[in-house]
């Protein structure tokens, strides 16, 4: 999982280089805002569907996490 965060990590400072090498001094801040707006706008939109869904269809939501509880190795190996 820690490779995973160094990788994230990575492409995080390429991606904000190049919104930094690609837009003008005088709105940088703006697309900033706007990336962090949009990014918040998604995350709330996506806990939104997740919460319907789930509340939706509890059972089967609580029986797959119970069964990829069982399935899962890592889990089934922890003391």
């Avoid at 160094?6 to 690609?22: D, F, G």
């Avoid at 998604?42 to 939706?56: E, N, Q, V």
């Avoid at 059972?59 to 996490?65: A, G, H, K, N």
Wanted: positive net charge; hydrophobic residues 50%.
């Amino acid at each position: 999982m820690t490779f995973l965060g160094i990788l994230a990590q990575l492409r995080n400072v390429i991606k904000e280089s190049l919104i930094q090498k690609s837009t003008y001094k005088n709105v940088m801040a703006r697309v900033f805002s706007f990336r962090n707006i949009l990014l918040k706008l998604i995350y709330f939109t996506s806990l939104f569907i997740a919460s319907i869904i789930a509340d939706k269809y509890v059972t089967i939501v609580y029986l797959l996490t119970t069964l990829f509880a069982i399935i899962s190795p890592s889990i089934r190996k922890y003391r």
